[in-house]
């Protein structure tokens, strides 16, 4: 028998505040993956076949996932195409995954450095994000999370043997000399760091999974400028100080009347 390492949150969540815990859902067609931002979830965009949302620079975001199945699933979570666990790039299949009970919904809200605190997730520029830090840049601005479902446990009298330690995501090394402040936002691409150390404990559990997901879900997310510029949300209005260097004189006719506002 195949088992897989994953991490529970059940030692988090009894800890965790009402905002991040667990809580039981109705079943549901298809997982549920949405990004948060102070608990709120993102708006997504359907764009040629993909689910897009919008990053807003400098906040910090979760990932709400939602099981709709009468099994437990393993997870695997990916931002940025490094394991939210380990900070690694592997398949799914062989990545190390978060569970969640039957109907559970639980939120992720960090790179997940130890067995008691994570790092929390925050929008930030390609050249500040973890991957760079870490030197891994291939998959900036995508979030994907794979649901892999538990078989029917079959259980051995021969159970014991021992567990691998926990290994965390490593710390970004320093960050790197400060880029010019002078850069347009538009050439900007959003990317994702590491926010605040909070406490978040995991512990380590052994699933028997089936071998293909039942269902993957990717999300990409984009500054505005990159979003209007991919025809997803419209183009912004111009510059206020281009309009005004663009600004005439006299063009005949008459001063219109309007209303008065006092």
């Known amino acids: 028998m195949t088992r897989h390492l994953?991490?529970?949150?059940?030692?988090?969540?009894?800890?965790?505040?009402?905002?991040?815990?667990?809580?039981?859902?109705?079943?549901?067609?298809?997982?549920?993956?949405?990004?948060?931002?102070?608990?709120?979830p993102q708006t997504r965009y359907a764009h040629e076949g993909r689910w897009y949302v919008e990053a807003l620079k400098g906040r910090e975001y979760a990932i709400r996932l939602r099981n709709?199945?009468?099994?437990?699933?393993?997870?695997a979570l990916s931002v940025d195409g490094l394991n939210t666990i380990d900070a690694r790039e592997t398949s799914a299949k062989g990545a190390r995954k978060w569970v969640l009970g039957?109907?559970?919904?639980?939120?992720?809200?960090?790179?997940?450095t130890s067995r008691t605190h994570a790092r929390a997730f925050e929008f930030?520029?390609?050249?500040?994000?973890?991957?760079?830090?870490?030197?891994?840049?291939?998959?900036?601005?995508?979030?994907?999370?794979?649901?892999?479902?538990?078989r029917t446990p079959v259980y051995s009298l021969n159970q014991d043997r021992q567990e691998?330690?926990?290994?965390?995501?490593?710390?970004?090394?320093?960050?790197?000399?400060?880029?010019?402040?002078?850069?347009?936002?538009?050439?900007?691409?959003?990317?994702?760091?590491?926010?605040?150390?909070?406490?978040?404990?995991?512990?380590?559990?052994?699933l028997d999974l089936e071998d293909a997901p039942a269902a993957t879900v990717s999300i990409r997310y984009e500054f505005r400028p990159q979003l209007a510029r991919l025809g997803i949300l419209p183009a912004p209005r111009a510059d206020p100080l281009s309009r005004r260097e663009g600004a005439r004189g006299f063009e005949g006719g008459f001063a219109p009347e309007i209303e008065t506002v006092r």
Request: aromatic share 6%.
């Open 6 to 40: 994953a991490c529970s949150l059940a030692a988090l969540l009894a800890l965790a505040p009402t905002g991040s815990s667990a809580h039981t859902a109705p079943p549901l067609p298809s997982p549920g993956v949405e990004i948060l931002v102070d608990g709120v």
């Open 68 to 75: 709709p199945y009468p099994v437990r699933v393993a997870v």
């Open 102 to 112: 039957p109907y559970e919904t639980v939120t992720i809200s960090g790179w997940q």
């Open 124 to 150: 930030t520029t390609e050249e500040r994000s973890y991957g760079q830090a870490l030197g891994k840049t291939a998959n900036l601005g995508i979030v994907s999370a794979a649901f892999f479902r538990e």
């Open 164 to 206: 691998p330690k926990a290994e965390a995501a490593p710390s970004a090394p320093p960050a790197a000399a400060e880029r010019s402040q002078n850069k347009a936002a538009s050439d900007e691409y959003a990317a994702t760091g590491m926010g605040r150390s909070r406490d978040h404990a995991v512990q380590q559990v052994w």
